[in-house]
């Protein structure tokens, strides 16, 4: 008998959630289009409402400020493709879902006129680390050594598990994905400010508000909406603080068994799951390897950069250096991962870490 394994890489994607599950199921017997104006069509155009309603509740923003996409790489990928905006200045340490489209480092700009806009992540997926995004100033958003007219914010990892309002906050773009939060893969969602206007990347139909034509992912969208209100519940329930407390024991268990090992990020402000781990000599790719041959389920960072070899460029940005950027692991966790899969996990991790330690000796 194969032994149980153990997912501890929930910032890649979380578990499907039951509500979403069942939202999923149910919205399969719904045959309208939802462009449709018979009853059938108004039945599926019905979920839609739902569950736009129910994102925009978890975000913190208004309904039709939500514009429905197949992610959050599409959606940053239509506010890069706008016509009358200026170039796009991005964080550093910006997922690559971002960064990937918007090639105008904040690190590599002198003084910049307030046409562009910022992009930046409300929390690390690597790290964990929560950034303090900046307010308007006189109209611009002062970051840096840069001035913006506009502020984009990825709250893929965030939602749902760290108190955020997109009405709190002066963002007038935003984006996230439904499988972070406990919903199916391939949909997510752009918020833009009310007042905003944008041009959709894909013409043809008027879906979504004339935003994103298409028919709609009903399905999908569907368990969206179900996932983000489960997840709004969860969180105001305290759930993550248990999971916070769980990540805390697994660093004080490591840091007491393997003292040379970095915590990245330990004192700073971070998601309440996430611990990056930085072994000096040891590859994270190897680490990931031999964790997965104990049966636990780690990266190495950005699930979206699985398979490329390199060290992690949010710890270069971070001030790493090539060598020790290259030996970082991170384990995600959720509510539903056990104490006894954290211990199991630290005592293969350990073992394995000792025997790197006898080789290199």
């Avoid at 994102?55 to 913190?60: D, E, F, P, T, W």
């Avoid at 923003?61 to 506010?79: D, N, Q, R």
């Avoid at 759930?239 to 990020?265: F, H, K, M």
Wanted: glycine share 10%; aromatic share 4%; charged share 20%.
């Amino acid at each position: 008998m194969s032994k149980p394994r153990t997912y501890l890489d929930w910032n890649a994607t979380t578990p499907l959630r039951p509500e979403a599950r069942a939202a999923m199921i149910a919205a399969m017997d719904v045959v309208g289009n939802p462009s449709s104006v018979h009853g059938e069509g108004r039945a599926a155009k019905g979920l839609i409402e739902r569950a736009r309603g129910q994102v925009a509740a978890a975000v913190g923003c208004k309904p039709s400020e939500v514009v429905f996409t197949s992610g959050a790489t599409e959606a940053a990928m239509i506010l890069a493709r706008q016509p009358d905006e200026c170039r796009v200045i991005v964080d550093d340490t910006v997922h690559d879902a971002v960064w990937s489209h918007f090639d105008l480092p904040v690190g590599e700009l002198g003084e910049r006129g307030s046409s562009h806009t910022l992009a930046m992540g409300l929390a690390n997926n690597e790290t964990g680390i929560i950034s303090q995004p900046p307010t308007r100033e006189d109209g611009l958003f002062v970051y840096r050594n840069v001035q913006a007219k506009r502020l984009l914010l990825d709250l893929t990892q965030a939602i749902g598990r760290i108190a955020f309002a997109f009405s709190w906050s002066d963002a007038d773009f935003a984006i996230l994905s439904a499988h972070k939060l406990g919903g199916p893969k391939g949909v997510g969602a752009l918020i833009v400010r009310e007042g905003l206007d944008i041009a959709p990347l894909a013409t043809g139909g008027g879906q979504e508000m004339g935003r994103r034509a298409g028919t709609e992912n009903l399905i999908g969208i569907a368990g969206f909406g179900a996932a983000a209100e489960a997840a709004a519940a969860d969180l105001a329930a305290g759930v993550w603080d248990a999971v916070a407390q769980r990540r805390d024991q697994l660093e004080q268990r490591i840091a007491n068994d393997a003292p040379e090992t970095i915590c990245v990020g330990k004192d700073a402000a971070r998601l309440p799951n996430t611990s990056c781990l930085l072994s000096p000599g040891w590859k994270g790719e190897t680490q990931v390897m031999q964790m997965d041959l104990a049966g636990y389920a780690i990266s190495a960072g950005s699930a979206c950069s699985s398979g490329k070899v390199r060290a992690s460029r949010v710890l270069r940005a971070m001030g790493y250096d090539e060598a020790d950027a290259a030996c970082a692991i991170r384990v995600s966790i959720g509510p539903e991962t056990t104490d006894a899969q954290l211990g199991g996990f630290a005592d293969a991790w350990i073992a394995a870490h000792q025997r790197h330690r006898a080789r290199a000796a």
